[in-house]
T-cell receptor, first 114, second 115 residues
């Protein structure tokens, strides 16, 4: 079982609509959680980072939430645009004291259509 | 800043051939990572370097894979001999030292197809 689970696996929405992507994790000890956006044929690019004490963080039309108690995060996209079509990857960092380790989700593939 | 630069962008080779992937990290970044991405497994860490020294290569699938970082501005990932199951997109990423919350900066990847 993947220690970082994302849902849905894929999603199709109409331009202008909102959507929410989910990320549940079981890895510990938690250090931070980051959302990446990966356009087709490109490498992932960081959208936002959430640390243990943060509940909500926004980056333009993207808003990430974190519930460290339930080990859940969401990425909400407002007023979607065609350029939002991409894969969104949730990455959890654990810190063992001597090293940091990143655990990647397998991503949600979002398609925004006219 | 040109970002992380990988070459080639695409590589098609026959089973048994040697493949070399190349990466130039962002100047000043002390960490360099090699990842492999497939539809089934997502992004998997193969190996990472700190100040040109390999720190963790536990993700390297088998002895057919090797990676080097001869200097701070260049790294290679070599597969010899290549097999069809090695077909994937290989990403190089870098980040600076001492910033544990800093993001990874990824290149645009090399799409490898082994026939």
């Amino acid at each position: 079982k993947n220690q970082v689970e994302q849902s849905p696996q894929s999603l199709i929405i109409l331009e202008g609509k909102n959507c929410t992507l989910q990320c549940n994790y079981t890895v510990s000890p938690f250090s931070n959680l980051r959302w990446y956006k990966q356009d087709t044929g490109r490498g992932p690019v960081s959208l936002t980072i959430m640390t243990f004490s943060e509940n909500t963080k926004s980056n333009g039309r993207y808003t990430a939430t974190l519930d460290a108690d339930t080990k859940q995060s969401s990425l909400h996209i407002t007023a979607s645009q065609l350029s939002d079509s991409a894969s969104y990857i949730c990455v959890v960092t654990i810190n063992t004291g001597t090293a940091s380790k990143l655990t990647f989700g397998t991503g949600t593939r979002l398609q925004v259509t006219l | 800043d040109a970002g992380v630069i990988q070459s080639p962008r695409h590589e098609v080779t026959e089973m048994g051939q040697e493949v070399t992937l190349r990466c130039k990290p962002i100047s000043g970044h002390d960490y360099l990572f090699w990842y492999r991405q497939t539809m089934m497994r997502g992004l998997e860490l193969l190996i990472y370097f700190n100040n040109n020294v390999p720190i963790d290569d536990s993700g390297m699938p088998e002895d057919r894979f090797s990676a080097k970082m001869p200097n701070a501005s260049f790294s290679t990932l070599k597969i010899q001999p290549s097999e069809p199951r090695d077909s994937a997109v290989y990403f190089c990423a870098s980040r600076p030292q001492g910033f544990n919350n800093s993001p990874l900066h990824f290149g645009n990847g090399t799409r490898l197809t082994v026939t």
